[in-house]
T-cell receptor, first 110, second 116 residues
Framework: DVKVTQSSRYLVKRTGEKVFLECVQD?????MFWYRQDPGLGLRLIYF???????EKGDIPEGYSVSREKKERFSLILESASTNQTSMYLC?????????FGSGTRLTVV | AQKVTQAQTEISVVEKEDVTLDCVYE???????LFWYKQPPSGELVFLIR??????QNEISGRYSWNFQKSTSSFNFTITASQVVDSAVYFC?????????????FGPGTRLSVLP
């Protein structure tokens, strides 16, 4: 089975901090995604990557950047965390059959 | 543009009742894929089913069944004889064929509570 691992389950960061959320998949998938999930808004795509060093903006990229230096790892970066970035962040890896999600990182910015 | 609507925000049922979760989608593509995911309280999204636009056969898997109707652009999900463990948020999602694997659009989710 494909496994998508997000490095942290819960994070608390201060406003203005630089935050790194890490995601690793073990099935050599080309496409990887970062979503945030908020009550009433569902899942919204932040960024996705379809190859090493390639990235595309999703629906809500503002305030975020990403890094994909290796195929298995896709990092989401909050350059200067703000309280409105408090959310659940979900990473996914895509095969021809569908998405496999990580267990999520619940980030609180105080 | 692609869009997924799940009009039911929250549903509560008593254990052993049947429940149907609605999903209506919009797309201009003739080739597309529809999905259902379950998100239990633990937070991880669990894949339930994928359907492509050329296969309108209904599918049954244990207590779960799916009704795909292109005429009404709907892909509804029924749980028969619900159980407390079915309590979760359920998401319907759509991926257009030409962008498959590059973007999914999710509905807002339906929170199902199954009461003992």
């Amino acid at each position: 089975d494909v496994k998508v691992t997000q490095s942290s389950r819960y994070l608390v960061k201060r406003t203005g901090e630089k935050v790194f959320l890490e995601c690793v998949q073990d099935m050599d998938h080309e496409n990887m995604f970062w979503y945030r999930q908020d009550p009433g808004l569902g899942l919204r795509l932040i960024y996705f990557s379809y190859d090493v060093k390639m990235k595309e903006k999703g629906d809500i990229p503002e305030g975020y950047s990403v890094s994909r230096e290796k195929k298995e790892r896709f990092s989401l970066i909050l350059e200067s965390a703000s309280t409105n970035q408090t959310s659940m962040y979900l990473c996914a890896s895509a095969s021809n059959y569908g998405y496999t999600f990580g267990s999520g990182t619940r980030l609180t910015v105080v | 543009a692609q869009k997924v609507t799940q009009a039911q925000t929250e549903i509560s049922v008593v254990e052993k009742e049947d429940v149907t979760l609605d999903c209506v989608y919009e797309t201009r593509d003739t080739t597309y894929y529809l999905f259902w995911y379950k998100q239990p309280p633990s937070g991880e999204l669990v894949f339930l089913i994928r359907r492509n636009s050329f296969d309108e056969q209904n599918e049954i898997s244990g207590r779960y069944s799916w009704n795909f109707q292109k005429s009404t652009s709907s892909f509804n999900f029924t749980i028969t004889a619900s159980q407390v463990v079915d309590s979760a948020v359920y998401f319907c999602a759509l991926s257009e064929g030409r962008n498959y694997g590059q973007n999914f659009v999710f509905g807002p989710g339906t929170r199902l509570s199954v009461l003992p």
